[in-house]
Structure formats: structure tokens, C-alpha cells
């Protein structure tokens, strides 16, 4: 079992910044790869990005290419998400996810485990 705390949701402005913050425990953090999502009020859960294992391979949603940027502490056992230039098309609550093995997950149903989320507010 790997336990995931998300962290760093907040309300923000359209053009804000935000750091998210994913804690792990349990089994070795290590050797999961981390993939964060979101999701809209009335609308599924959406794919945001992905760090590999190893941390050397990331892979993002269009939507979020070029402000979004994915990376993991091995010694904190953390994995983050640098959101810049918020839209209001951002807003939802944010998930953290684990998979185990090398390569990351980009569909919710390839996630083994989810944290609870925290909720992120974009105002235009």
C-alpha cells in the first residue's frame, strides 16, 4: 500500500502561480512512478502529467504543456506540480496518483493508488 497526501490547493487568480505537493508512505516510493490528474466539477478525471520511476522521463497534457512542470524529491518521498500562468479552465480538484513500475499512467484506470485530492480555484 502506498499512502498519498496532496497539499499547496488554494484560490488563486488567472495568471498565478501554485506548487502541489504529493507526500508518499508505505511500500517504496521509489519504485512508482507518479502521474497527476484533475477533475471539474460535472466532468471526469482528466490526465495533467507524469514522472517516470527514475524521474528522467515526464510527459504532459497538451492543455498544460509549457506552464505545468512535473518533478519528485527521492529523499522527501514528494512529487510536485509547478502550475504557472493559471487559467480558470484549471479549476478542479487535483489528484495524485502512484503505478507501480517504471513508466507513469496517463488514464485514471492504470493508477493503483489515489490520494484524496486538494482543490485548486482559478478566478478570472
Known amino acids: 500500500q502506498v499512502y498519498l497526501v496532496e497539499s499547496g490547493g488554494g484560490l488563486v487568480q488567472a495568471g498565478d502561480s501554485l506548487r502541489l505537493s504529493c507526500a508518499a508512505s508505505g511500500r517504496t516510493f521509489s519504485s512508482y512512478s507518479v502521474s497527476w490528474f484533475r477533475q471539474a466539477p460535472g466532468k471526469e478525471r482528466e490526465f495533467v502529467a507524469l514522472?517516470?520511476?527514475?524521474?528522467?522521463?515526464?510527459n504532459y497534457a497538451d492543455s498544460v504543456k509549457g506552464r505545468f512542470t512535473i518533478s519528485r524529491d527521492k529523499v522527501k518521498d514528494t512529487a510536485y506540480l509547478q502550475m504557472n500562468n493559471l487559467k480558470p479552465e484549471d479549476t478542479g480538484v487535483y489528484y495524485c496518483?502512484?503505478?507501480?513500475?517504471?513508466?507513469?499512467?496517463?488514464?485514471?484506470?492504470?493508477?493503483?493508488?489515489w490520494g484524496k485530492g486538494t482543490l485548486v480555484t482559478v478566478s478570472s
Open positions: 496518483g502512484a503505478k507501480y513500475g517504471s513508466i507513469g499512467s496517463t488514464h485514471r484506470n492504470g493508477v493503483d493508488f
Open positions: 514522472i517516470s520511476r527514475g524521474g528522467d522521463s515526464t
